[in-house]
Structures are given as structure tokens and as C-alpha cells.
């Protein structure tokens, strides 16, 4: 049982250029969700998905596109990769039972140069 | 919209030292309220929970008890060690499901001492 897993963990991007951040997860969990975290800022969340197929706009969802075809992945798109962008992001999952806590994974760090 | 305030870090102490790390916040309905712990170059680990108010989460030595009529949930360790410093965020989810995301506080580092 490897929880939730990323990768890459670290990138560099140049300005204008495009990729894809992979989440996955084996707990069978509905519910996953992309964050990013910037220094001294907590996390801040950008999209997320209550199953396949289904996905809704976080608190900074610009610049980013997601999509959910399966229980287990979640992956992440940059398009036009900006500097604003240069951060850690985090994917998590939780199950879609009461206590709502989250299980997220080692992150990807980002920069945009 | 829903808030999380917590304490501006960093916090250094000794070891065996008490710890309070303070946490309010503001939200419509009954929020399940979080304690994670990030420690460096790893992502976040769930340290503890409360669902309703008056409930006490603990785990490894720390706790945080729900108090809906000051709308806080502190986190709170009787005596730490140089093991415990990591970066501690306060969560909630949303009282409207939860399918929504956490809301985080900006997160408190923690330095403790030998």
C-alpha cells in the first residue's frame, strides 16, 4: 500500500513551456485534490475531484487543468508555465466517509524560470 | 468565507519544554478541525482530529481539544523533543461536506533545542 504517490518530485520548466504533475493513489479513496504551497502561505487548493469523470474548481484553479478518468489518478496540467507558478504542490485523497481527513503525498517542487 | 488563523512562527523552545501553538478560526456550520505536521522536504502527516465540538484529538504526545465557543483548537504537547520540530499547520474542512478542500492556517514552524 504505497498512499498517494507524485512524481515527478522536482522540475524545472522555462517560461511558456507545458507539462503534466502525476498523482496516484491505491486506497481507493473518491475524493482527491491538488494544493499548492508557497512559502509562509499554508496551501491554497486548486482543483478537485469527487470521482472519475467529475472534477470542480479550487481557490486558484487559473493556469491549471485536471482530469480524472480513473479511481487512482489525478493528474495535474500546467499550460504556459508562468513564474507565478513556482511552488510545491501537493495531490492528497481522502475517503468519502465523515472525519474528511486528507492523506497527501511527498509533493512536486516547481520552478518556473 | 472560511478562515484559519494560527500563530506566527517561528517558535523555538528547549527541550522538555511545553508547547501551545495557537489556532482560531472561522466557519459557517460545524467544521471538522486538523492538525498536520510537514517535516522538511516531506509532505503532510495528519497529527490529529476533532469532529464536534468539546472532542480532544491526541496522538504522539500532543493534543488539541474543539472549542466551538471560542472557536479555537490549540495544539499542545507537555514536553518536547528536538524530534518535534517540523512545521505545524491548522486545518478545517468545510461544514458544507468537506468535498471541498481543507482550509489551511499559514503554518507555525517549530525549532526545538537541545
Not at chain 1, 8 to 17: N, V
Not at chain 2, 56 to 77: M, Q
Amino acid at each position: 500500500n504505497a498512499g498517494v504517490t507524485q512524481t515527478p518530485k522536482f522540475r524545472i520548466l522555462k517560461i511558456g513551456q507545458s507539462m503534466t504533475l502525476q498523482c496516484a493513489q491505491d486506497m481507493n479513496h473518491n475524493y482527491m485534490y491538488w494544493y499548492r504551497q508557497d512559502p509562509g502561505m499554508g496551501l491554497k487548493l486548486i482543483y478537485y475531484s469527487v470521482g472519475a469523470g467529475i472534477t470542480d474548481k479550487g481557490e486558484v484553479p487559473n493556469g491549471y487543468n485536471v482530469s480524472r478518468s480513473t479511481t487512482e489518478d489525478f493528474p495535474l496540467r500546467l499550460e504556459l508555465a508562468a513564474p507565478s507558478q513556482t511552488s510545491v504542490y501537493f495531490c492528497a485523497s481522502r475517503a468519502g466517509t465523515s472525519g474528511y481527513e486528507q492523506y497527501f503525498g511527498p509533493g512536486t517542487r516547481l520552478t518556473v524560470t | 468565507g472560511d478562515s484559519v488563523t494560527q500563530m506566527e512562527g517561528p517558535v523555538t523552545l528547549s527541550e522538555e519544554a511545553f508547547l501551545t501553538i495557537n489556532c482560531t478560526y472561522t466557519a459557517t456550520g460545524y467544521p471538522s478541525l486538523f492538525w498536520y505536521v510537514q517535516y522538511p522536504g516531506e509532505g503532510l502527516q495528519l497529527l490529529l482530529k476533532a469532529t464536534k465540538a468539546d472532542d480532544k484529538g491526541s496522538n504522539k504526545g500532543f493534543e488539541a481539544t474543539y472549542r466551538k465557543e471560542t472557536t479555537s483548537f490549540h495544539l499542545e504537547k507537555g514536553s518536547v523533543q528536538v524530534s518535534d520540530s517540523a512545521v505545524y499547520f491548522c486545518a478545517l474542512s468545510g461544514s458544507g461536506g468537506g468535498a471541498d478542500g481543507l482550509t489551511f492556517g499559514k503554518g507555525t514552524h517549530l525549532i526545538i533545542q537541545p
